[in-house]
């Protein structure tokens, strides 16, 4: 069995030490949104994930390398036919209720991602058809096929484990009071307002965890955020505004850090999701791409984020080993795109553009806004909080849906879910067979190069049919007072909580 290296763990007089100074610390971070459901299970959330980082331990996690490192596992091994996973469990684990995490567990948090109705999990380990106990510490995973992303998506949602006497007793209410085996447990939650954890004195690594509350404030105005940080109202701000920059490198009270996204923003548009899909932009795809052609990304990364972000126009930015370099990101061509309209028949269209409300991706969607209506293809604003946006994207309730995705390690990660016909986040209902087969593919398979061959056959498709208009990789920058210490920023974004300490 493949054993996996354990962090170092600091001297027993320092630990004293460094909790002694944590005493009654509580860390005030503002989140760009207000998370959903907080629920591995059922959450879609890029900030729901932020707080899961505190909240709920996975069987792994990444590092800042994207290295593959223990949490709830200590080793892992595969069958000599790659279609079962042996996972060996860390001992001595408690979830917040008192009860044992173990290979019990185990079984029912997986079977709950795959089988619970509304489940967004099933998409990203579909491929386990079951869970063995081998013993109180020890659990194997079966597969239909061999599925190489298994192990990136047990660093997620996919992967955390939640206390099966919680979750039975609360059913599809767990949200209102998740029990995990996380650094911290779930306090209070005011919608729109604030989320309280409160750290959990019988965590398995809380040496490593130096403040007693962690209180997330979602404030979806960047500038308001960082205002707030500026008067000593927050601790720590995600998602700083890249125009902000300056501003902040003359404050000496305000430390930044950056590290290049997973994920990447797109134009989600709907083309079979019901009635919203009945528009000349859902229905015919050379306006699609005549909208593709209609936006300068070099242009929107300059204004919008003075040069700080990387344009993009597939799902893994250019510098991925997993970028098809066969298509490159398009400049923009506006005779080329009015050529496209009036060969669909149309000299205006006019599109229902649902954008999440908060400032960055108001002052995106208003410039696409402008260039696509060089087109001729009118983009009607509709700003809505973020996480009714994603109730509603669900419905069909929506012509174009602005929307980021935060990214995994693993390329599946950023495809499947969004692509593939039966994947749970797509909200376009995009549905094609032979791109269907070519992504399956790709996940049964662990060479890269072989890998490859899948995706740029599925690229050749879908960037033609453009259910999904890649724009741009964001840079998670954030923002956070000098009395915080011990912040690394990892590619996934999240804030993880353990070394960070308040002076």
């Not at 979830?95 to 948090?109: I, L, N, R, T």
């Not at 305000?254 to 590290?259: C, F, G, H, L, R």
Request: aromatic share 8%; hydrophobic share 40%; proline share 6%.
């Amino acid at each position: 069995m493949r054993r996996l290296p354990l962090l170092a763990i600091a001297g027993l007089a320092l630990a004293m030490l460094t909790a002694q100074a944590a005493a009654e610390t509580t860390l005030r971070i503002g989140l760009a949104e207000d998370p959903d459901a907080l629920d591995p299970t059922l959450a879609r959330t890029f900030v729901g994930r932020i707080v899961f980082s505190s909240l709920c331990d996975k069987l792994f996690d990444i590092g800042p390398h994207l290295e593959i490192v223990p949490q709830l596992a200590t080793a892992y091994e595969w069958s000599p036919d790659n279609k079962a996973l042996t996972i060996a469990l860390r001992q001595g684990v408690l979830f917040h209720d008192g009860e044992k995490m173990d290979a019990a567990a185990v079984k029912y948090s997986i079977e709950r991602h795959l089988k619970m109705p509304g489940s967004n999990r099933k998409g990203e380990i579909g491929a386990v058809t079951g869970v063995d106990i081998v013993d109180d510490h020890t659990v194997r995973l079966n597969l239909a096929t061999p599925f190489a992303p298994l192990l990136a998506q047990l660093t997620d949602r996919a992967g955390m484990i939640l206390s099966p006497k919680a979750a039975a007793a609360e059913g599809d209410k767990f949200a209102a009071h998740p029990v995990c085996a996380g650094p911290f447990k779930f306090t209070e939650r005011v919608a729109q307002d604030r989320i309280v954890l409160d750290r959990f004195d019988k965590y398995w690594d809380k040496d490593k965890i130096h403040v007693d509350r962690i209180v997330f404030l979602p404030i979806p105005d960047a500038a308001v955020r960082l205002a707030n940080l500026q008067s000593g109202g927050l601790d720590m701000i995600e998602r700083v505004s890249p125009s902000d920059l300056a501003q902040i490198k003359n404050d000496a009270k305000i430390k930044t850090a950056s590290i290049v996204e997973l994920g990447y923003q797109s134009i989600n548009v709907n083309v079979a999701n019901g009635p919203g899909a009945k528009n000349p932009l859902g229905e015919d795809p050379r306006i699609r791409e005549a909208l593709n052609l209609a936006i300068d990304r070099d242009a929107l990364n300059q204004v919008v984020f003075d040069g700080q972000f990387e344009p993009g126009n597939q799902w893994v930015p250019p510098t991925n080993p997993f970028y098809v370099k066969e298509f490159p990101v398009p400049k923009r061509d506006l005779a080329k795109a009015k050529q496209l309209m009036k060969e669909a028949g149309k000299s205006s269209v006019d599109v229902d553009f649902m954008v999440p409300n908060d400032s960055l991706a108001m002052q995106v969607a208003q410039v696409i806004q402008a260039m696509a209506g060089e087109a001729g293809i009118h983009l009607n604003i509709r700003a809505t909080e973020f996480a009714s946006s994603l109730n509603l994207a669900e419905k069909g309730e929506f012509g174009a849906y602005l929307l980021a995705w935060s990214g995994r390690a693993d390329p599946d990660g950023n495809l499947y879910n969004f692509i593939a016909c039966d994947g749970p986040i797509n909200y376009p209902r995009y549905c094609n067979q032979d791109v269907d087969r070519e992504i399956k593919a790709g996940r049964q398979v662990g060479d890269p190069a072989e890998r490859m061959k899948h995706y740029t056959k599925v690229a050749a498709q879908v960037l033609k049919d453009h259910s999904l208009i890649y724009l741009y990789h964001r840079k998670w920058i954030y923002a956070f007072n000098t009395k915080l210490t011990g912040f690394t920023p990892y590619p996934d974004g999240l804030i993880r909580p353990e070394g960070l300490m308040l002076k």
